[in-house]
T-cell receptor, first 110, second 114 residues
């Protein structure tokens, strides 16, 4: 079974707009990671946030983590056509595996 | 450094056959993990190896097995293939020393079972 659930399942935005997606999980974690996947290819790591962190930034990406609510959000600002992809959250519980959510498919329209 | 490589990239097999997939991790990485991705089940963890030892295994039948060699390269094997085994199989590597660990994924092997 999957640890995380993502919301929304799909998102369509105009170039230049911001995209926000959410991830909820069920059990305590060591860290939470976000990955991007383009058209059924391999996953690319975007950002990792530890359980004792609340917010992290990387370029146009902003991730928040609320361990009390067991949820995280990924914000992509000023979206570009190249941001069109599926985005996955993954939780690390320190058991040598990542548990992935179902993913959010983002389409950026020119 | 070269990234994670997986061979073959595409594979077509028939039911009942077996298949072996290979993964070469990033140089210096000692942990290799395998994941299965399907439209219905999403990304599911198969197993993780570190220094030739399996440290965790996902909820898959015994037809799915793996191993890791002394040079950290890993193989996974699926015997008696079923139609439902059609999937993208992803390999990921990391240093394996624990704690905050980013996984570096390969491009995947797409397996089609007919």
């Amino acid at each position: 079974s999957q640890q995380g659930e993502e919301d929304p399942q799909a998102l369509s935005i105009q170039e230049g707009e911001n995209a926000t997606m959410n991830c909820s999980y069920k059990t305590s974690i060591n860290n939470l990671q976000w990955y991007r996947q383009n058209s059924g290819r391999g996953l690319v790591h975007l950002i990792l946030i530890r359980s004792n962190e609340r917010e992290k930034h990387s370029g146009r990406l902003r991730v928040t983590l609320d361990t009390s609510k067991k949820s995280s959000s990924l914000l992509i600002t000023a979206s570009r056509a190249a941001d069109t992809a599926s985005y996955f959250c993954a939780t690390d519980r320190g058991d040598y595996k990542l548990s992935f959510g179902a993913g959010t498919t983002v389409t950026v329209r020119a | 450094k070269a990234g994670v490589t997986q061979t073959p990239r595409y594979l077509i097999k028939t039911r009942g056959q077996q298949v072996t997939l290979s993964c070469s991790p990033i140089s210096g990485h000692r942990s290799v993990s395998w994941y299965q991705q399907t439209p219905g089940q999403g990304l599911q963890f198969l197993f993780e190896y570190f220094s030739e030892t399996q440290r965790n295994k996902g909820n898959f039948p015994g037809r799915f097995s793996g191993r890791q060699f002394s040079n950290s390269r890993s193989e996974m094997n699926v015997s008696t293939l079923e139609l439902g085994d059609s999937a993208l199989y992803l390999c990921a590597s990391s240093p394996g020393t624990g704690g905050k660990e980013t996984q570096y994924f390969g491009p995947g092997t797409r397996l089609l079972v007919l």
